[in-house]
Structures are given as structure tokens and as C-alpha cells.
T-cell receptor
Framework: KNEVEQSPQNLTAQEGEFITINCSYSVGISALHWLQQHPGGGIVSLFMLSSGKKKHGRLIATINIQEKHSSLHITASHPRDSAVYICAVRTNFGNEKLTFGTGTRLTIIP | DAGVTQSPTHLIKTRGQHVTLRCSPISGHKSVSWYQQVLGQGPQFIFQYYEKEERGRGNFPDRFSARQFPNYSSELNVNALLLGDSALYLC????????????FGSGTRLTVV
């Protein structure tokens, strides 16, 4: 079993829909990251969370430390949001190793 | 300010050859991490360096090595290349302090033939 599990693996939605991507992890963490990867490989860091909730524009990320679960929400989705969204956790306070989930491929149809 | 820059962007090598990949972090970032991303999978941690010292090593064979220079740039070296080393190699840098996330480079796509 992977230390970081994401669901769904693939998600297709119509423009304007509310999107939720889930991440569960099985280890103690110091921080959880949500990242966005576009075709071609570039990765953009969206959020770093250790507790609570963060919002940036149409993106909202939440984390429940007790339940070892995080969600990424996208409101009023747009075709430009189409990308792979990856959850990654930092598990070791001594170094900066990130353990990644396998990603959720999001496609927003106009 | 330039982001994290990686070079080269693409590379084709033959089995058994050696390769050196380079990464320049954001100015002021002292931590550099390397990741390997095989097609269809999430990135896997290879190394992390901070202030020129290795702080973490992933589950990769000794053919993989890295170093960090006084200007905090970094090199990843892979010897005796195998077909399975074909992947996107990502470099990430991070500012000191717990409240900062990572900035990733665009990666080097290595193809071993």
C-alpha cells in the first residue's frame, strides 16, 4: 500500500463544476503539499499545509491531521485548470524528502 | 528573479553512458532536492542537499550521485545508464524556514536508448 493515496485517478467535468480531489496518507507528516503538473512536466506548488485550510483564488485546500486526509477543491472550474494534481507529504523532519501520490488527472470540458 | 533552472531540457544517451544534469536554485535558496519521475508515475525522491551537505537519499543505486556547489547549484550524475533510467528528472529548491513551499524546475527529460 502506498503511503500517499489519491482519488480519483482521473476526473472529467464540465466547465463551471465544483471539483474535489482527495488525498489520504498513512504516516506522520510535518507538511502536506498540493502541486499542479501540466503536460511537458513543469510542476507548480499550489499549497503547503500543516493544519486547517488555505485559499488562493478559486483553489481551496484543507487538511485533517487526525484523519490523515486532505482535499483540494476548485470552484468554478475552467478548461485551463486541466492538469495533473499531485499530493505530496513531507514525513521526515530531518530532511526534505517529499513522498508523492500518483496524481489525479483532471480534464475540464468547455 | 529567475525560477529554478535545469539544464539540459532534453537529453538522449546510450546504455552504459554517463550523464550529468544541472540545477540552479532560486537565489537565496540553500536546499536542493532531486526527483525522478517515470512516465505515468509520481516523482520519486533521489537526493536532498542543504549547504553543500547531503541531507537525504532515496532508494536509488550507487550509480546515482549528486553534489552541491558553494553557490548552491547542484549536479546529479548517473553512471552506467540503463533503459529504466529514462525519466523526467526534477530539481526543487526551497527557502529556509518552515512556512515556505517548494519551487520546481521544468525538468530534464532523459531518454536512454
Amino acid at each position: 500500500k502506498n503511503e500517499v493515496e489519491q482519488s480519483p485517478q482521473n476526473l472529467t467535468a464540465q466547465e463551471g463544476e465544483f471539483i474535489t480531489i482527495n488525498c489520504s496518507y498513512s504516516v506522520g507528516i510535518s507538511a502536506l503539499h498540493w502541486l499542479q503538473q501540466h503536460p511537458g512536466g513543469g510542476i507548480v506548488s499550489l499549497f503547503m499545509l500543516s493544519s486547517g485550510k488555505k485559499k488562493h483564488g478559486r483553489l481551496i485546500a484543507t487538511i485533517n491531521i487526525q484523519e490523515k486526509h486532505s482535499s483540494l477543491h476548485i470552484t468554478a472550474s475552467h478548461p485551463r485548470d486541466s492538469a495533473v494534481y499531485i499530493c505530496a507529504v513531507r514525513t521526515n523532519f530531518g530532511n526534505e524528502k517529499l513522498t508523492f501520490g500518483t496524481g489525479t488527472r483532471l480534464t475540464i470540458i468547455p | 528573479d529567475a525560477g529554478v533552472t535545469q539544464s539540459p531540457t532534453h537529453l538522449i544517451k546510450t546504455r552504459g553512458q554517463h550523464v550529468t544534469l544541472r540545477c540552479s536554485p532560486i537565489s537565496g535558496h540553500k536546499s536542493v532536492s532531486w526527483y525522478q519521475q517515470v512516465l505515468g508515475q509520481g516523482p520519486q525522491f533521489i537526493f536532498q542537499y542543504y549547504e553543500k551537505e547531503e541531507r537525504g537519499r532515496g532508494n536509488f543505486p550507487d550509480r546515482f550521485s549528486a553534489r552541491q556547489f558553494p553557490n548552491y547549484s547542484s549536479e546529479l550524475n548517473v553512471n552506467a545508464l540503463l533503459l529504466g533510467d529514462s525519466a523526467l528528472y526534477l530539481c526543487a529548491s526551497r527557502s529556509p524556514g518552515q512556512n515556505y513551499g517548494y519551487t520546481f524546475g521544468s525538468g530534464t527529460r532523459l531518454t536512454v536508448v
